[in-house]
């Protein structure tokens, strides 16, 4: 958790640029949300994607996302969304559900700090 933190912390102190999928706010209120009150979950939502560039959901990365060989369609839409943004890391958690990642490296946290960002 500390090494997502530090990576939320450098995009926000402008150190690297950080894109999320607008598919990632919902999902970080609903699970805010669980263990906050709905209003103090919207400003920790709110204040974890501060500084981040937010990836439009559009009709080509679902429609990449649903013939993808990816298994779980919601990591589908994080690949296709990253694809979209030019990114060159998603820096996950759930790595194993990545491999078909092609020209995007799939780095936890801690893989991504150890590359000296």
Same mark, same amino acid.
């Given at each position: 958790?500390? #090494?997502s933190?530090? @990576?939320?912390?450098? @995009?926000?102190?402008?150190?690297?640029s950080?894109?999320?999928? #607008? &598919? +990632? @706010?919902p999902i &970080?209120? %609903?699970?805010?949300?669980k263990t906050?009150?709905?209003?103090? $979950?919207?400003? @920790?939502?709110?204040?974890?994607?501060?500084?981040? #560039?937010?990836?439009?959901? *559009?009709p080509?990365?679902? *429609?990449? +996302? %649903?013939? #993808?060989?990816?298994?779980?369609f919601?990591? $589908?839409?994080?690949?296709?969304? $990253?694809?979209?943004?030019?990114?060159?890391? &998603?820096?996950?958690?759930?790595?194993?559900d %990545?491999?078909? $990642? !092609?020209?995007? +490296?799939?780095?936890?946290?801690?893989? %991504?700090? +150890?590359? !000296?960002?």
């Amino acid at each position: 958790m500390e #090494s997502s933190l530090r @990576v939320i912390e450098m @995009v926000r102190k402008g150190n690297i640029s950080g894109h999320i999928s #607008s &598919l +990632s @706010v919902p999902i &970080l209120w %609903f699970l805010t949300e669980k263990t906050l009150p709905e209003s103090e $979950a919207k400003e @920790v939502t709110k204040s974890i994607i501060k500084g981040f #560039s937010i990836i439009t959901l *559009n009709p080509e990365i679902l *429609n990449k +996302s %649903f013939k #993808s060989e990816i298994g779980d369609f919601e990591d $589908a839409i994080q690949l296709y969304s $990253a694809i979209k943004g030019n990114c060159k890391y &998603l820096i996950t958690r759930n790595k194993k559900d %990545f491999i078909t $990642a !092609g020209k995007i +490296s799939i780095l936890t946290p801690e893989e %991504f700090l +150890s590359l !000296g960002n």
